[in-house]
């Protein structure tokens, strides 16, 4: 069964690197999602995506923040220069249609010290 | 103002009894409502989606628009029903999360 896959699966980094989060969604998806975890807390949306274009974005998804469909397969998230509250669990997810499952990938552990 | 609230972090029953797992929403339109779970060491997956309307692994949600809520049940618990429950609700693209409960199931 296809599934959203995400790399690295944990990336560790100094305040003010610029890291990047990646994911391959589904292969005929055509909508995608970022959204992250801080420990202890609610699951919070970051970003949809479709056409090479953001479709909605959160008050969290500042200028710091940025996404990309560099090629026919990933979707990356950059963080530009990464923060102490940056640090979560960012979880990408994919789906056919904005109605259909959001398939999630299994999270990338951003840990910025 | 688009918010999921689940009352209980911890929910710990024994096998074989009933569960409940409470979620309550507040949206101002008519949104959807899921039920992810999320097994240990496992990805975040759908379990049940308010307009499907079925049962999956013997789990039921009913939404009741006039208590605002979506509460997740099972009549007799499993020790594979352990896991992380996180209600969602989506009234535009994005999904709203709820906090989470930890259903432990003792055997």
């Known amino acids: 069964e296809p599934e959203v896959t995400q790399t690295p699966s944990h990336q560790v980094t100094q305040m003010g690197q610029e890291v990047i989060l990646r994911c391959v969604p589904i292969?005929?998806?055509?909508?995608f999602y970022w959204y992250r975890q801080i420990l202890g807390q609610k699951v919070e949306f970051l970003v949809s995506?479709?056409?090479?274009?953001?479709?909605?974005k959160s008050e969290i998804f500042d200028d710091q923040f940025s996404v990309e469909r560099p090629d026919g397969s990933n979707f990356t998230l950059k963080i530009r220069s990464t923060k102490l509250e940056d640090s979560a669990m960012y979880f990408c997810?994919?789906?056919?249609?904005?109605?259909?499952?959001?398939?999630f990938g299994p999270g990338t552990r951003l840990t910025v010290l | 103002a688009q918010r999921v609230t689940q009352p209980e972090k911890l929910l710990s029953v024994f096998k074989g009894a009933p569960v409940e797992l409470k979620c309550n929403y507040s949206?101002?339109?008519?949104?959807?409502l899921f039920w992810y779970v999320q097994y240990s060491r496992q990805r975040l997956q759908l379990l049940l989606r308010?307009?499907s309307r079925e049962s999956i692994k013997g789990f039921t949600a009913d939404l009741n628009k006039g208590e605002t809520s979506f509460h997740l049940k099972k009549p007799f618990a499993q020790e594979e029903d352990s896991a992380m429950y996180y209600c969602?609700?989506?009234?535009?693209?994005?999904?709203?999360f709820g906090q989470g409960t930890r259903l432990t199931i003792n055997p």
């Open positions: 997810a994919s789906s056919e249609s904005p109605w259909d499952e959001q398939f």
């Open positions: 292969s005929n998806h055509l909508y």
């Open positions: 995506f479709y056409n090479n274009e953001i479709s909605e």
């Open positions: 949206y101002s339109g008519s949104p959807e």
């Open positions: 308010h307009i």
């Open positions: 969602a609700l989506r009234g535009t693209q994005k999904l709203v």
